[in-house]
T-cell receptor
Framework: GAVVSQHPSRVICKSGTSVKIECRSL??????MFWYRQFPKQSLMLMAT?????????EQGVEKDKFLINHASLTLSTLTVTSAHPEDSSFYIC?????????FGSGTRLTVV | DAKTTQPTSMDCAEGRAANLPCNHS???????VYWYRQIHSQGPQYIIH?????ETNEMASLIITEDRKSSTLILPHATLRDTAVYYC????????????WGAGTKLIIKP
């Protein structure tokens, strides 16, 4: 079935540094990829929708200059958390649509210290 | 806001059938009912989806009421590994539709 590979699975970074998260669709082409953030004991919250070859669409309240999304190919979308701060610590998940529904990456646990 | 309503939590004994209800009274004619689950610290996993007919696959069965205002996910023989948060979502079939996530049901399978 359709698989989305997300890396890294967990990362610890220092405050003020940037972190890049990659999501690859392994056996299908994803023209659209969704990026979510999930805080402990909460549901998934959509951050942005990335579209191959065009600018991402960000949800209200999500800073586009802080969460940089690049979707340069049909199989790769990246989320870069710039100048990370402890409040950015969260679980980040990507997702892509397939003919049978949506498939999700395994998530990235980001801890900013 | 999520278009679905689910109980916050449920318990089920191992080996028994787990029946998870979902209300989606405002579902529109072209929207499907999707079920996903999320095991702690993992990405959500697709379980099943349906439009108006009941569906069954190797993981679960989905029973949708005739008026489509509610549905039930059935895990026929629950195991400890089925402990997870289960999300019921209504969405169009277009893979570019956004999924709107409610709080889901925390299902705990007890030995």
């Amino acid at each position: 079935g359709a698989v989305v590979s997300q890396h890294p699975s967990r990362v610890i970074c220092k405050s003020g540094t940037s972190v890049k998260i990659e999501c690859r669709s392994l056996d299908f082409q994803a023209t659209t990829m969704f990026w979510y953030r999930q805080f402990p004991k909460q549901s998934l919250m959509l951050m942005a929708t990335s579209n191959e070859g065009s600018k991402a669409t960000y949800e209200q309240g999500v800073e586009k200059d802080k969460f940089l999304i690049n979707h340069a190919s049909l199989t790769l979308s990246t989320l870069t958390v710039t100048s990370a701060h402890p409040e950015d610590s969260s679980f980040y998940i990507c997702s892509a649509g397939t003919p049978l529904g949506y498939t999700f990456g395994s998530g990235t646990r980001l801890t900013v210290v | 806001d999520a278009k679905t309503t689910q109980p916050t939590s449920m318990d089920c004994a191992e080996g028994r059938a787990a029946n998870l209800p979902c209300n989606h009274s405002t579902i529109s004619g072209n929207e499907y009912v999707y079920w996903y689950r999320q095991i702690h610290s993992q990405g959500p996993q697709y379980i099943i989806h349906g439009l108006k007919n009941n569906e069954t696959n190797e993981m679960a069965s989905l029973i949708i009421t005739e008026d489509r205002k509610s549905s039930t996910l059935i895990l026929p023989h629950a195991t400890l590994r089925d402990t997870a948060v289960y999300y019921c979502i209504v969405s169009g079939m277009d893979s570019n539709y956004q999924l709107i996530w409610g709080a889901g049901t925390k299902l705990i399978i007890k030995p």
